[in-house]
């Protein structure tokens, strides 16, 4: 079972790339779902995710086990293992949060979700409580892992903040930029009469 959710995971972002109609514009400031330190995705001790092959984003260090909807969202997916979630926010960005490495073992084990999968979800609203104790106890990492998806549909994915520093759950930490219709030029730009 752990191997099937394993795998689960480094597609997640996949099996929605063809069915997924999700509308990204503009700048999106994407805050972080947990507090701790951050980290880049590449120092990451996971070939998968460092590599970025799962998409861009970053990780945390966690210094509490509180995930939080870094942004409005509906709930894409929990897995059964409660140790990752996906959620599809209302600004278009498709994001996997990840809890440790390995931490699919656990089998649930000192992971609490308090949502449910078609659940939409408020900015700031718990989604996942994690003993890292359990994690630790086991002897995984517990690094927190916040990947894009659909980093395809940005031209611009920016940490905001550096690597190494404390950061508070909700502190802005990313910035993606929306890929430009290189055709769409507004209704407004006409000329005045």
Known sequence: HAEIV???????GKQ???????????????PTPISGKLMNLSSVNDQTFSSGSVGQGFAIKPSDG?????????VRQVFTTRHAIGV????????LIHIGLGT????GTGFVSY??????????QELIEFWDPTIKK??????????????????????TAKAGQS???????????????????????QPAD
């Open 138 to 159: 086991a002897g995984l990492d517990d690094t927190v892992i916040v990947v894009i998806t659909n980093s395809d549909k940005f031209s611009s994915i920016q940490m």
């Open 104 to 107: 699919v073992k656990l089998k």
């Open 88 to 95: 599809v926010g209302d600004n278009g960005v498709v994001l």
């Open 167 to 189: 950061v508070q759950a909700e502190d802005n930490v990313l910035e993606l930029k929306a890929e430009t219709e290189k055709d769409s030029v507004p209704d407004t730009l």
């Open 16 to 30: 929605f790339d063809k069915t997924d109609n999700t509308q990204v514009s503009g700048e999106i400031a994407v």
């Open 66 to 74: 509180k995930v939080l909807a870094p942004f409005d969202a509906t």
């Open 6 to 12: 394993d795998e689960l995971e480094k597609t997640w």
């Open 115 to 124: 949502v449910e999968q078609g659940q939409k979800v408020k900015k700031g």
